[in-house]
């Protein structure tokens, strides 16, 4: 589900349509959606950001770490 997961991700950064179609306005106009949420406005450029890949990355290398762990450990000891 990790590997699904991203590759969707990788799917929908990419363009392709992977839900219901939906009208997206791009403007500058402020979204009356936030308008309740000041916190969410101001941090709304860096949220948009596409960190994806790195933290895709990471996360594999921190589950191949695991696996590696979990595979040392059920090896029995050398005789």
Known sequence: SFL???LLLEVAANGADVGPLDVLDEGEAEDPELHGYPH????????????????????????????????????????
């Open 4 to 6: 699904l997961g991203h």
């Open 40 to 79: 969410v406005r101001r941090l709304q450029t860096a949220l948009a950001e596409d960190h994806a890949a790195v933290e895709f990355e990471e996360s594999l290398e921190s589950l191949l770490d695991r696996l590696t762990l979990l595979r040392s450990e059920k090896q029995p000891p050398p005789t």
